[in-house]
């Protein structure tokens, strides 16, 4: 096609005028328009969308915004890696034993202002003998958070420390891990204070503590020690155990028997 043709349709034709096609939709009795317009270098006739294809469009259109929607949360979900034992971790789904009750209360209290908790960056410290269902609690605060749509993310301090050190996984994992507890929306430090202990791990501990702190991201915290427990501030070294005691976290004690044990 030469230009000067293509000038003549463009000022005749184009651009888009609707024409009547002189059909009528078998469905819903519209009659059926069309425009022409410039695709992929020759002209083509596009039809409207009479009322039941508009219908249509907007059911497609709303099932890939579920799927959308399914694939980003089984995409943070996955991110999160919750233990699978701890993977449907409920409140609701809380076994409450005595002894527990404060904490049970403490982490609904904390859930149900979720988001002004979240954005604040406050953080809960839940302590307790092992197998007391700290961890149930705070992957219960983890699951509400990625069913929110926020990042969370699981993170056993002892093991993932352990990954991190020189000699235990290539560079890039070790990063991919210490990352994951900087970026979470909503961290769960597992276990704290069950680590071998050394400067290079109470200095990991301090870098993931400020940063979240700075970021105002809040972290849920277990660990077997008490805060005021000589061995957790060993442990984990004064200047993250300074951040631990700070009002940005608050404390919470459970004197419950063995919830696994229990469970059997
Ligand atoms: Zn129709």
New binding site residues.
């Given amino acids: 096609m030469d230009e000067k043709t293509m000038e003549k349709l463009s000022s005749t034709v184009l651009p888009g005028k609707v024409y009547d096609t002189g059909r009528v ?6 009659r ?1 328009y069309a425009f022409r317009m410039w695709a992929d270098g020759k002209i083509r006739e596009f039809e409207k ?6 219908e249509e469009i907007k059911a497609e259109d709303a099932s890939k915004k579920a799927r959308d929607r399914e694939e980003a949360r089984q995409r943070r979900l996955k991110w999160a890696e919750i233990p699978g034992m701890f993977s449907t971790a409920t409140l609701k789904g809380y076994r409450r034993v005595p002894g527990a009750e404060k904490a049970f209360e403490a982490v609904k209290k904390y859930l149900l202002n979720r988001k002004e908790n979240f954005l604040a960056g406050r953080g809960l410290i839940l302590m307790g003998a092992v197998g007391c269902g700290k961890t149930h609690l705070g992957c219960a605060v983890l699951n509400c958070a990625l069913e929110d749509g926020y990042r969370a993310a699981y993170w056993n301090v002892p093991q993932q420390l352990e990954m991190m050190m020189y000699g235990h996984a290539d560079e890039a994992e070790q990063v991919r891990i210490l990352d994951k507890a900087l970026l979470a929306d909503v961290l769960l430090l597992d276990d704290l204070g069950a680590e071998k202990a050394s400067a290079w791990t109470q200095k990991e501990l301090v870098v993931i503590l400020d940063e979240r702190y700075r970021e105002n991201k809040p972290t849920i915290i277990t660990s077997n020690l008490m805060l005021t427990d000589g061995e957790l501030r060993t442990t984990c070294g004064d200047r993250a155990y300074s951040r631990l005691c700070s009002d940005h976290y608050q404390a919470v004690a459970l004197t419950a028997v063995d919830y696994r044990r229990k469970r059997e």
Avoid: F, T, Y
């Fill in positions: 939709c078998p469905k819903c009795g519209d059926i969308p009479c009322s039941c294809r508009n």
